[in-house]
Structures are given as C-alpha cells and as structure tokens.
C-alpha cells in the first residue's frame, strides 16, 4: 500500500524476503543483544553484501542508493541491521577512497571472494588508540569505542593516532588479527545487535601494506565522502524506522485496538483522531522519504564523479543530506513516539516490543545532533557556504 | 541557490520574469486590493494563459505542472497571481472534462484566439443561485460567493442550482452576459486580488448550448478532476508563499537585520539561532516541496490518463494532493510566521509588507481544512479506502 | 534550586529522604519489574501511607494536594512508587466515599492500625469478572487486569460485574482472601513495579457487610470523586517525571556531556542550543507544575465539600484535572524524549537508565487518551458543559 | 466562564467597563492607527490612570499586579491599550526609581492631581539623541525611535547620550516642552494605536532638576526593575491578546461557523477536530495565564522590597518574567494564528478584524527575542546563574 519497495528489482526482492525473516525474531534480538549471528548468515546467503562492489572484481556494481534503501528496508523490522548493512559498505569502499588502486582492487576481490562482512574500529572522534612505527610495521596500543559491527565481522577498517596525537593512519586488517580483542559489550537502549561497543588492541602489528594512506588523490573532497555515506545510513535508517513503525501500529491498530470509551464509534479507526493521528504521520513520514530520496539522488552522483567531484559538487550533496537528516530524526521520533496513542494501553507491554523504534531512533539520532545539521543548512541558505568537511557533516 | 525554477524551459523564463515584474508593485497591490489589472496585461503579453491548451487548437499543449509550478513562481511574490493563474486553468478546461467534445475545441480555440482570462462562479458550497428552463434557455437568479477571478474575467465558469434545490447544472458564458453584476467586493485578509467577492445575477440567460451537461462521459472519475487541479493550485500557492517569505526574509536578515544586544556576534546572521531557524525552515519547506512535486506528477499521470481514468487512479492522486496540501499549508503558516523573529522589531512595519505572506496563507488554507485532509491520508494508510469525489478532495 | 518540596512541611521532609532512598535502586528496579518489596517496606516506615486518614482513626487528616505532591516527589526518580502510593489513597477512600459512614470509620481504623498499603483489582473498563449472590455472599469468578499495586497490598478495592453483565459491585477485601491469585505479571514497557497485572478470582466469597453499596449517598457526585483523584495520580506522575529527568539530564549534562566538535564552546553548557533546550524543558515544566498545582486546589476543594458537592463544582474541579493532566502528558512526554539530546551519545547506555522516564511516561500517559480530555476543556469553553461522570472523566 | 477578572474588586470592575467600550472600535482602531485619543479620554475619566501612585500622593496606591492584570484586560480587545497602560506606569514610577525621594513625591503629585498620562522617549538601544550641558541645562539634539505613547502623552520620560556616546541621561519633561516634535508616524503591522515612532528633540532644554540621576541609591538591583515591568507589560498584553482572540473565535464559532461538509455532525462544535482544538488553545492559554500571575506575584514582592532588594532576588524575579514572557507569546502566536481554523473561511475579512489579534501579537513578540529568555532560563536551570541586569532582562 506504501513505503513498499518494487520487487521487481532482483535485488529489492531479496530484500524484502531478508526483511521478512529477520522481523521474526526482532523482538527477540532487541531484548538479547549481542550478536546477529542467525540474521548476518541469512544476508551472506542472499548475496546482498558484495552488491556495490564492481563486477570486474567480484561484485554487482551496483549504485549506493540501492544498498541504502535496502538498509532502510531492513530498518523496518530491525535497525541493528539497518546500520550495520549500510556502515558495512562504508568499510568495503575504504580502499577504493582513501588507498591506492591497487589495494581497492585487492580488497573488492578479496571481500567479493570471501563474502566478507566489515566491521569499524575507525571512530575518529576519540583519542584512545595510538600505533608507532617499527620499520615495515605500525604497532597499535589503545582502543576505540563505537566500533559498530566489529564483533561479527571479517574485516575490520580501523584508525590510530601516532604518537603525538595529531595524525590520523587508516587500514584496512583482518578482524582476528593477533592483539585485538573485540569486547562485544555494547548495551546501548537501542541499536541493540550493532556491537558498538569496544575494541581493544595490545601490541597489534599492522603492515605499511595495508595503510590505507590517502596519497594517491591527496586532498580531493572525493576522500571524504565516507562521511555522506554514513551519515546517509543513519538517515535511512530513522526512515526506515519511522516506516515500519507505522506499519506495526497500522497492523496493530486494525487487528487489536479497541474503540475508546468515548468515541462513539464502533470501529477504532472510524474515530476522526485515529485517522488524523496517522494520516498526520503518514505525511511527515512520506516527505521524510522524499528528502532521503533525493539525498541518495545526490550521493549517486557524488560517487559516479570520482575524484573529480568538485568541493561545490561535495557540497551540496552535504546540505541535501543534512537536511534529509535532520528531517528524518524528527519525523521518526515522533512516529515511533505517537503510535502508542493509537495503539492504545494494551499495546505498551514488552512482549509487544514496539518501544523498541524509539529506542533505537532515540540513540542513533544523538550521533549527529540535529542542531548542527540544521545550522548548517541555515548558514548554505543564508551565506551559500557549504560545511567544512569533517568527520560528520 | 535554492527554489528557482529553470529558466533554460522558455515558459520558466517568461514566468520568472513575470514574477520579478509582479514583485515590484506586490507590496501596494495587498494593501489596496480590488484588480490585478496590471498584472493581468503582463501575463497575457507573454502568452502564458494559454499553455495548457492543446496545440491543435491554438494552445502550447503543456502540462499542467507547468501552469501550477508557474502558479508557484507567482505566489513567491504575489499569493493572489497564483492563485488566479492556477484557477484559470480549471475553467479553462472545464468543457474537455464536463462538456461534449465539440464544446471543448470550440472553448479551447476560441480562448486561445482571445487570449481569454477565465474566472468562475461556480462555488458549488453555497445554494443561492437558482435557474429555471425557459425553452432553450435557463434563467439563472441569485448570486454566488468566491468567485475567484471574476472581477477581471473575460470568460466565466458558473453553475447553479435547479428549483428543487438539487441539481446543479454548470456552464460557460462570457463576463459581460446581460444580467451579471461582478461585484468585486472581496475584502479578505489577505489574497486580496483574487476577486473572491460576489457575482449576482438578475435574470441572466444561458442557452442550452452553453450547458456543460457531463452527458458524454457521465460518472467517470475523470469528471471530478477538477477538485485536484483546484486543491493543487491552493497548494502550489503554499509552496510559493512559503518559498518567498523565506527569499523576502532572507534577502533582509543579510542587508538590515542587526545582532541581537546580548548575542556575542558581529553579524546576524552567525547567530546559531538565526541559522537554526533559517535552517529548519528551508528544510520544511524543500519538503513540501518534495510533496508538491510528487503530487503534480501524479496530477500529471491523472491528465494523461483522460477519461480512461479508474476511481483508484483518481484516489491514489487524490490521497497524493491531499498529502502535499496539508504538508505545505502547514509549513508555510509556520514559514510565514517565523520569518519575523530572525529579521528582527523593525521588519514588522507595513511598509515592508512581509505580513502579506502569512494573511495570504492564513486565508488560502482556510478553504480545505487541514484536518479533513490529513484524516482522509490516515483512512487510507489504515484501510486503503480513497475519498469519495466531492468538491473539495 | 526549582522544583523542590519546601522540607520544612515533616511530610515532605519525609517524602525527600523517601526520594533519595528510592534513587539508589531505581534503575535496576526498572530493569527488574516485579515487587518494590524494599520501597514498600521504607514507605511503611515513613509513616506516609495513613496521612490522610482522618486523625480521629489514627492517620494524620492531611489533604490530597500533599498526598499526591508526595507521589510527583517520588516519580522524580521512581514512577512506579508515584503510580502506587497515589492510587493508594484512592482505595483507602474507597468506604468514605462509596460505603457506610461505619465502613469507612472500621476501614480507616484497621489500615491505620495495621498500616496497610491498598491495591486495586476495580478496573471497571474489562468486564471479565463476574459476581453472584449466594445467601449473604457473593461467589466471584473471572479475572481482572491492570491491577495496580495488588502484587504487593494488604488489602484490595474489587469490582465486579452481576450475572447479567449490567450491574458493577464494589467491595473492598484483604488480598489474601481465599480463592484470589494475583499473577504479578505486568510486563509493561515502563511503569514496571506497578504490578498492573492480572489477579484472578476462583470461587471467591465476599460477604454483603463487605460490599460497598453507594446507597448511603446515592447518586451525589461525591460518589465520583475517586475518578478524579485517579486522574491526579496520573498527572503528577507526569509531572514529577519530567522534573526528575530534568534534574537528572542537568547533573548529567554538567558532569559528563561534552561539547559538540562544532560548537566553539569549551563548556557544553556554553552552548546556545543546550541553554535553549534546557530553558524550554523547564519552562513547559514550571506551566505543567502550575497547572498541576491549580488542579490539586480544585480536589482539596472538591473533597472538603464532601456530599455537599454540587454537579457544577465537581465538573469545574474536573475540568482543571484534565486541562493539567493534558499538558503534563505532553510536556512529560517532550522533556524525557529530548534530554538525551543535551546529554549526548554516551548518555543513552542501559546503565545509566535515563529513558525508563520516557518509558513510565509513554505507558502511563495511554491510560486516558489526551485527545478526550482536550475535547473536555474545549466542549467546557465552547458549551459551559462539563463532562458526564465516568470511569476516566 | 473563564479568563474573567473578579470584578468584586473596584478597579477590575472599572477595567471590565472600559474593555467592554473600547471593544466597539478595535477593529476601526486597528485600521485607523495614529492615536487613541477617545480611549484616553475614557480611561482619564475612570481614574485608572493613578492607581499605583501611593495614596500620599494622590494615587490609590495598589499593586503592581493589579495594573498589569488591568493592561492584559485591555488587551483582550485591544493591543495598543494594554501596551500604553502597562508603560504609562513605567514612567510614572521613573523618579520614584531612579530620582531622588524628593522628584519621586513631586512627579507623583502633580501625576495624580493632573491625570497625566505619560509616555516615554527613553529607548536605550539607539544611539541617536545626544545631549551637552550648558549651565544648569542639558541641551537635546536628535531623535528617538519607538517611542510608545508619546503621542497622547502629557509628560514624557526620554533618555540620552552625552558627546562621547558612553553614558546615559534620564529625565522626566512635559510632553510640549520646546522643540520636541511628536512624529505620530508609527505604522507597524500592529499594536497601531502605540504611537512608537519618531520623537525629534531639536535643541531641546533640559533643566538639571528634571534629571533622574539614579545617584540615590546608585548601583542598587531596584534600579533595573524597571526592564521587569516593560517586559511584564509585553508578556501580559500577550496572554490577554491570547485570552481575548479565543473568546472572540468563541463568539463567532458558536454563532457563525457552519458544519465543514465532509464532518457528519449538525453543529459545527460537536465536530471532534473543532472541540479538541479549542480544548488545546485553552488548556496552554491557561498555563500562559498562570505563569502570567507567578511573575506578577513575583513583580509585586520584588516592589515592596524597594531598595532593599538584592541581586538574588531580583535574579529570580527575571528568571519568572522571562519564562513567563517566552511562554506567553508563543501561546498568543499559535492562538491567534489557529483560531481561523476552527471559525473557517468566512471569518477571514477585514470586517471581522480577527487578524489584529496575530499581527499585535507578532510584531510585540519581536522587541525581545524568546531564544534569549529562553537561554537564560537554561543557564538558570544549569548553573543557578541569573541574568545580567540590561536593558531587555
């Protein structure tokens, strides 16, 4: 009826699928954490994971917005998984933007081949890691926090500090390498499968080889497109939130709830509240998904230009996704906040777990406050400044 | 920078154009209201009241988002232009749509001969015209309110009630029919040249001939297409109001506004308050924009589509309307409202007349409650159930 | 600094050192649900229970308003102990109000005596429990839900329904009487050691003396009062949840928030958006508190009447509790959603339990929707017409 | 029904009369702009004009609170009369606060026995009225903006700068003292009959006993208590522009408005959207009402401390004006903006005047901006600091 994606597309269609099995157990899994062991295989099975790598090596070449809409497909039922989908591909590209063509090259074939999932350790926003040289090798002491998707995955990207806590080195390093112990200790009140927990490294020796060291297009805005990508999947995740949200309340509503005692009416949804209550969220849930839309728009083309998309080009993408960004955090905290009011009392027990949008909207949206976004869409309108970029704008 | 129409589409050029000759008088044609008679020379110079008619009979054969993104452009300056040039198209068409097909060539070239602007009097809300058959003829007492247009029409669109008081037959006849009286008595708050005042008729004639008797097509949904294209010249109007309240404002905050006394900043416009709330504001209103254009598409689609047109076509464009009307009605009395905070006391003076664009929306929305709207997006998110054709959805 | 008891009233010294003890255990008693056993063993030696017993039967002849300022004292850290001690009284009340002048003078003396804590099984919404006559008894079968503070009372204020489903009995009986099971079940998403859940009856014999017949006064409105002091349970959980998540959100924010990497500020209170947000949390919670306060006026007021009361004073009083319990609802909801805003990323783990506010707040508000009692207000100021006593109004 | 002032009370039952009289021509008023000069002349009669000189003097000597409670009555129907009268006090308190003892009984005095009514030239924020001394004179050049009620006024408080632009003088003069030119060329979008334009001094004579040289009690919090009552009138010309529009929107619903079509209900307030919105504009009406009356409480206590007040003090009483001041209008701005929406499109003309209500509402909001009351509300909150006394707080 809405907010469906179109299976006829062969890729869409798994995701659907996928979608469908992993809202079995959601509930389960948010008041469990830990790992998504079940689900990660069920997505290794379906192929989805290499679909943005070129096919030359091994991929499907497909295009951003189709792995971004397939994490917030996800995000429907789960936004562990909406997240961990979307920041995963985040880490496969890490070569191809930051290293030479050589190692991106390697990685894409490697990472088809293995069927690899990527984790992070690469949080930059936190001092706790430094690695010194020892000849060929960098010797990594410290840890990172945050490091989403590290405790199920084969591979991890990570960052560190040289010792005089200035330079950041990136790499790209197999998740059981020697030294590193990935704590799976995140206990967040959402985005509760995400391991965003610790990562701690003793004596971790990572090769000159696998420095992913930005030389080769030094300085171009392309090397920091990372940013818009994540900050993309977290967008698309608060869509998908908000969509199947509503969709569990409507589902809820129309099967369970019971007309207030005062209504007058027979039927729940025959109470001229119920109807505006929805078609209210319904709107700002649509123009939410219109905005990421044109935001993945933009993202598409911002990837398809390379490194030579211009700082302009950078730019403008960035507003269109800070401003889908900020809009999609308000518009699913209050979708996931109101359906209760719909629902009614009966729907607010645990085994239920339709608290458990807002929880994970609630945390994922404090990752990048809205405030800064919105300022920074204020400042393009005012002044036609673009954000400097930065590890989140 | 942002909300410009591209002009390298020659009808966008002549309508930016237009807009930027409206802007100059906009100010002093809210304050003394009556006709837009200026106004209406300029727009028939540059031919853009005939763009919707087909080629074959003299027209440009555009579509109607067109028309309504140029009614847009208008309403960024001038909420009652845009509001007479999207209704115009109504009338215009209304022979294709309730007429025979011979009745509709004959409209259709003789408006583009003479260049005919079309009002109407054909508010079917109201029961206080009434017609009776004299042979051939009807003769038609009484009067009609909100007759947009009218009092500049060449051409009207009317209808009326039979004796009983239950059918209402519509026609087309010329402004000038012996017996109409344009009263041009408007005196709304705003919008205050549409000519929205009474038409009164005192014994006038309408030939049987002139009758739009939905005969050829009867029942189709097709028929009731008119509400859509009305509803989405209320919301284009919308759009552009809250569109050029933010250009107007935006354009004053950077030339005249100060910094408030206890900011701390040099410039206004480094005030993070300021740049939040400009900020939210262009990202509500990209929104509604998003939603206005998703709607003339599907509007688009519903033209296309002609008599062919099946009730869940005309529902699914009805739902899409209605979602973009409530959505910017909302956003641009926000929009309207807020723009004086980050200008500053000294905006507010009646000489700027920047208080135009929130009259212009307060009275506009008041035509189609939001409520309405917004419960019949809820009924059909719940129950997949599209309003039943009627004169407002 | 705000929001503080003035301590030099015992009762509320009482009720502050109640408050710090309940601190310390709140997160995991949230974690935990079940039985506040500790909580309920402090507040029995508080001697807060019975202060509102009239002194002539032990108790201390307090009035409601320090009743329920009591329990919004202890929904600053622990809505479940709000939740409970203010429905309490409600069953305390139960004979006063709905019984014999003996029955009330017998049941204020043996709780005072005994220091009882009262719970409910009355829930008149559910008609699943069902009573008939047998000789001088009445045999009861079926169950009850949302039977707040059962799993940990003395004594219980029943409902049932007759044979023929019409007619409800009102009986107040110890818990342990033969034949009730109380399930302890509650398993709400907040609010989760209220033991809202299911207490089922088996063959359970309540004898006529027991029973309170509302004849004595039958009819006045005195007989519904108990509804509003339900409905101020309410509110002043809100309003206590949300002074305590600001005050928990302030200390948070001053001790352990950080700036945001693009603030320019060194101190996170420096920051314009954290001063705003704070300022517009508090204010909306100083006119919720307000409200609230005018409320609790109007239900010392309304009690002090007594049987005296007149059908105007007990809709005016009625209509001041839900104006309060409206806003509070929604500001509650709003300050405990967006502190995690001010507090930042690392403030939403579990361990630091800071949305079980937004939880107990989301529950509970769903237990009498604000639509209906917004509707009151309004029909109150367009009609003069106050709203027919019921079970939530 | 409610928002009534008790008229047991002589001076609120005079208020009552004269709101009653100046309720005819509001809406010409509005239109007209320029001056009020039959209002003034009805409010001279009354005697309302002295009420807070103290008794000694003349004057009747009542509170703080009772005058402002008088300029919200005014406001219901009329803005620009609650303005004037709330600052009328102002003024006729300058000596009393910053002359000495001796100019406070002289003003007070001949205030009283010639029912002056004052207006002011003393804005601080424009640094264009220069003065020099020359013997015991000061010799005034220049002009004042926004200087309310000088156009009716019999005496004017002004304020200037010496030569080097630093510090400021304050005097009390005649409103025709030579070279004074009253401009009466106000022309905001509300508040029409303030008269706050231009007043020119054109070598203007000041005699050094006409300074209020704040020399008395220099330095003293009392002082600045002067910002407390400008900005307590503005915060209760709000709450009265929101009380007033609400009864006006009453008024016509109950008797005008008609059904919307599509609403199923014979009464337009049995329509659910229609009571549940004015249910929601009351109940925050209500809570701006009751801020309103903690900050006039908070204002009077702060008077009667005199010169004993200490920074604390008068710290907490800013921090209650500001929250109520911030509350307030944006209570007044939704109020007065929604209530069409409840009344529909017929309400909407110039005849009705409903507009006055949002446009006096909105231009008075812009002279001190609620983010920055709302900040130092939060930094209250945070940090338990108050703000520095200025000229807005």
Redesign the interface.
């Known amino acids: 009826?809405?907010f469906d994606l179109d299976i006829s597309d062969p890729y869409f269609a798994k995701a659907v699928a996928l979608r469908q099995s992993f809202a079995a157990g959601a509930i389960a899994h948010d008041k469990a954490g830990g790992r998504p062991t079940e689900q990660l295989k069920l997505l290794k099975q379906s192929g989805l994971l290499t679909i943005l790598i070129p096919r030359e090596f091994g991929g499907q070449g497909q295009k951003w917005s189709k792995a971004l809409r397939i994490a917030r497909e996800f995000a429907k039922v789960d936004g562990s998984l909406g997240h961990l989908y979307g920041y995963h591909f985040g880490s496969v590209h890490s070569a191809h933007v930051n290293g030479s063509p050589e190692q991106a090259a390697d990685l894409y074939r490697r990472s088809a081949e293995g069927n690899w999932f990527w984790g992070n350790a690469r949080n930059s926003?936190s001092k706790t890691l430094f690695g010194k040289r020892d000849g060929d090798w960098y010797v990594l002491d410290g840890f990172k926090p945050?490091t989403s998707g590290s405790h199920v995955a084969d591979y991890l990207q990570i960052s560190w500090l040289d010792p005089t806590g200035e330079d950041y080195s990136f790499a790209a390093i197999p998740a059981d390498r020697q030294g590193v112990t990935i704590h799976d200790d995140w206990?967040?009140?959402?985005q509760r499968q995400t391991g965003s927990g610790k990562v701690s490294f003793a004596n971790v020796r990572v090769h000159e080889s696998e420095l992913l060291d930005r030389k080769s297009n030094a300085g171009k805005p392309f090397q920091s497109i990372g940013v818009l990508q994540q900050q993309s999947t977290l967008l698309n995740v608060f869509v998908g939130s908000a969509q199947g949200a509503?969709i569990a309340a409507?589902d809820y509503?129309?099967e369970k709830s019971r007309p207030?005692?005062?209504?007058g009416v027979e039927k729940h949804?025959d109470d001229?509240?119920?109807?505006?209550?929805?078609?209210?969220l319904?709107?700002?849930t649509?123009?939410?998904t219109?905005?990421a839309d044109?935001a993945l728009d933009a993202l598409d083309e911002a990837w398809e230009r390379g490194f030579d998309l211009t700082d302009e080009e950078r730019g403008e993408a960035a507003i269109k996704v800070a401003?889908a960004n900020?809009?999609a955090g308000e518009t699913a905290?209050e979708v996931t906040?109101k359906i209760?009011?719909v629902m009614?009392?009966r729907?607010?027990?645990?085994?239920n777990g339709?608290?458990r949008f807002?929880?994970n909207v609630?945390?994922h949206?404090?990752?990048n406050?809205?405030?800064?976004?919105?300022?920074?869409?204020?400042?393009?309108?005012?002044?036609?400044a673009h954000p400097e970029p930065?590890?989140?704008?």
């Open positions: 009826m809405s926003f945050f206990d967040g009140i959402g509503l409507r509503t129309r207030w005692i005062y209504s949804t001229p509240w119920v109807k505006r209550t929805y078609g209210d319904v709107i700002k649509q123009a939410a219109l905005l044109r401003a900020a809009f905290l906040a209760f009011e009614g009392a729907s607010a027990v645990t085994a339709f608290d807002w929880r609630r945390i949206t404090l990752h406050p809205a405030e800064y976004k919105t300022r920074n869409v204020g400042t393009w309108f005012l002044e036609g930065g590890i989140f704008q």
